[in-house]
């Protein structure tokens, strides 16, 4: 079955997009994984269902977070990006282990909501100033044009006698030509004079109970005297000047209430927020030691899980319809360790398999953004065309699953230090021999990575 999706930045229109799609979608990026990957289609298929019910009962269906369980490398995190970016939501990526309980150094967990809505902010300010963006323009040439050729004295454009008079036709003659210059890029050596607003705001931390964090309050809203208005003259080329002007103007035309509202609602209706290494803080109450610092993460974690209301400098944000995915490799910890709070708060729990030779092979290849295909695209951008025989490319992913079997098993990061390995001289010579082609055989992989695994001790610290 073939489906023809849009770009990613038009992917906030796939609200029709079955289960089904959504995993052939997310088999673009990920290999294998089939359970995660059909756990985390039915929860964002049952987000746009609730959002296509009656608001007083689709208040009540609260998401069904997940709870991914498997080693470190084998598409945990890549899955709920992905799927982040499918639906065009709001995503952020926390570590369990960063946070602690109050009375330890720490971040506070309300901070991940914080992101997450600040990521939101981004995302609506992005679209908001696409939609401004052919006006900006309009007014940013109309700027270079005065700053180009000055109005007359007595001529002011709004000026509708003066305009009409007949000596004021040379200069609108001469300004037509210079936006024709303009347009075609004959005047982009020029340089002008544009005033620009100071930015550099000092940035100010303060000392919680729960450690060091941002300080919400802005205080350029607070002193507006003192930062508000502040300016400075800087002499810069036309193009230069354009990408300053643009950015002023598409804030001005921007309305900042209207982001903030907006990506507020953003994330309590569509927000995702991956916790990784949640099996790091699992642990029960033992009296005394770290156990007691790892329930207190859990039990500051759970009121965000089952529905709070966190303050941001945006405003309120209700944690309610938040889809939560939380991952851990629970090698050491059970699921069971965690408190039965939070177990229960998490009721779809998936297992991810280790991956395969086969695996490893389909993933340096397949993907749209397989590592082979990095690779290739950055050497041919110095005119160096690499390619791989299927021996070559079976035997990186033969070394790889060696070396994890004989060291720690990091999954498909270790097909990274692999193909650095491989391509290591090619790299390093880059175009400076001149536009070539360079054919990677198995026996070649194997003369690079053969000594390197042979010395286990070398390979922990190189492979």
Do not use: C
Not at 250 to 262: I, T
Not at 323 to 351: C, M, N, T, W
Not at 400 to 417: F, P, Q, S, Y
Request: glycine share 8%; net charge negative.
């Amino acid at each position: 079955m073939t489906i023809h999706l849009p770009a990613a930045e038009d992917l906030r229109s796939l609200d029709g997009l079955t289960p089904r799609e959504i995993v052939a979608e997310l088999d673009r990026y990920v290999v294998g994984q089939n359970a995660a990957k059909r756990a985390v289609a039915v929860a964002l298929r049952n987000r746009i269902r609730r959002q296509r019910l009656p608001p007083e009962v689709g208040a009540e269906v609260m998401p069904k977070n997940i709870l991914m369980i498997g080693p470190t490398g084998v598409g945990k995190t890549e899955i709920a990006r992905r799927l982040a970016r499918l639906s065009g939501s709001p995503f952020v990526k926390v570590e369990a282990s960063k946070f602690t309980e109050v009375g330890y150094v720490g971040r506070d967990v309300d901070s991940m909501i914080r992101d997450l809505t600040e990521t939101a902010v981004d995302m609506v300010r992005r679209e908001k100033q696409a939609e401004v963006r052919d006006k900006a323009n309009r007014n940013v040439e109309e700027q270079l044009l005065d700053l180009l050729l000055p109005p007359r004295p007595g001529f002011a454009a709004g000026d509708e006698e003066d305009a009409e008079r007949g000596p004021q036709e040379p200069f609108r003659s001469t300004r037509e030509k210079l936006r024709e210059q303009l347009r075609a890029g004959a005047l982009d050596g020029r340089m002008v004079e544009v005033e620009v607003r100071e930015r550099s705001f000092p940035s100010f931390q303060i000392l919680t109970s729960q450690g060091v964090e941002e300080m919400d309050v802005n205080l350029k809203d607070m002193l507006p005297g003192l930062f508000g208005g502040k300016t400075k003259r800087r002499r810069l080329s036309v193009p230069e000047a354009r990408e300053v002007l643009r950015a002023e103007e598409e804030a001005r035309l921007v309305d900042a209430d209207q982001v903030a509202r907006l990506a507020v609602e953003r994330v309590q209706g569509s927000g995702i927020v991956f916790i990784d290494e949640i099996d790091k803080i699992a642990g029960r109450e033992s009296g005394h030691g770290p156990d007691v610092s790892r329930e207190g993460v859990q039990r500051d974690i759970l009121p965000i899980v089952e529905g709070t209301t966190v303050s941001t400098k945006y405003g309120p944000v209700r944690t309610d319809h938040i889809l939560f995915v939380a991952a851990g490799a629970f090698h050491v910890a059970k699921p069971s360790d965690l408190i039965p709070e939070l177990q229960g708060r998490f009721p779809i729990r998936v297992e991810l398999e280790s991956l395969t030779l086969e695996d490893l092979v389909r993933i340096l290849t397949e993907p749209r953004s397989a590592l082979l295909k990095q690779y290739q695209a950055l050497l041919a951008t110095e005119g160096v065309e690499v390619s791989f025989t299927e021996e070559a490319v079976r035997e990186m992913a033969r070394f790889a699953m060696e070396v994890n079997g004989a060291t720690e098993n990091i999954g498909a990061r270790r097909l990274a230090t692999v193909l650095e390995t491989v391509l290591d001289e090619v790299s390093f010579e880059g175009g400076q021999a001149g536009p070539r082609a360079v054919r990677i055989d198995a026996s070649e992989v194997r003369t690079k990575l053969a000594p390197l695994v042979k010395d286990q001790d070398l390979s922990r610290f190189i492979l």
